[in-house]
């Protein structure tokens, strides 16, 4: 099955914790992208990829970090300084511009 | 502040009848597109219009793109409850940059 997989799908973090969010794709995709989508909001960009050891900072990048060392990957690190990291966070692929965005089932992240 | 802006936030209809949904948006685009997302999931892509295209069909829906007045409409013909679900439109507003999400129109399609 051809596709982007997120996990985990549910995760709670502690005060003060990093967690990492995983996105892998087998779709061959150049470029890869996180979004956070707070409830009944729409969607921000925090950081994008578009080829392999590249990567930049979107509209809500503090407190966050990313690595893309290999094509099929594209972590996403919620850091400790991200104060308020309560949200439903979206992967996405894209083959090439202006082709249309591929999205994994998200990750509810949310703090205890 | 967001580049598209969905209108309404809310729509809710009876099974058979049209939803139209809007979207507008402030600076000048590539393409916009229309993803669909079902409550806790992630989105799917319906259909992407460029901005030199006026009108584009795919199966129930339609959509429109007005670049003089910088808006756009999403067309889902005789709705399903199974098309109950948030709408988003996306702007993409230069060769490599990524999508500009609105905060979405969602529609509940009654049996």
């Known amino acids: 099955d051809g596709g982007i997989t997120q996990s985990p799908k549910y995760l709670f973090r502690k005060e003060g914790q990093n967690v990492t969010l995983s996105c892998e794709q087998n779709?061959?995709?150049?470029?890869m992208y996180w979004y956070r989508q707070d409830p009944g909001q729409g969607l921000r960009l925090i950081y994008y990829s578009q080829i392999v050891n590249d990567f930049q900072k979107g509209d809500i990048a503090e407190g966050y970090s990313v690595s893309r060392e290999k094509k099929e990957s594209f972590p996403l690190t919620v850091t400790s300084a991200q104060k308020n990291p309560t949200a439903f966070y979206l992967c996405?692929?894209?083959?090439?511009w202006g082709y249309g965005y591929t999205f994994g089932s998200g990750t509810r992240l949310t703090v205890v | 502040s967001q580049q598209g802006e969905e209108d309404p936030q809310a729509l809710s209809i009876q099974e058979g009848e049209n939803a139209t949904m809007n979207c507008s948006y402030k600076t000048s685009i590539n393409n916009l597109q229309w993803y669909r997302q079902n409550s806790g999931r992630g989105l799917v892509h319906l259909i992407l219009i460029r901005s030199n295209e006026r009108e584009k069909h795919s199966g129930r829906l339609r959509v429109t793109l007005d670049t003089s007045k910088k808006s756009s409409s999403l067309l889902i013909t005789a709705s399903r409850a199974a098309d109950t679900a948030s709408y988003f439109c996306a702007t993409d507003v230069a060769a490599g940059n990524m999508l500009t999400f609105g905060g979405g129109t969602r529609l509940m399609v009654k049996p």
């Open positions: 996405a692929t894209e083959p090439r």
């Open positions: 779709l061959n995709h150049d470029a």
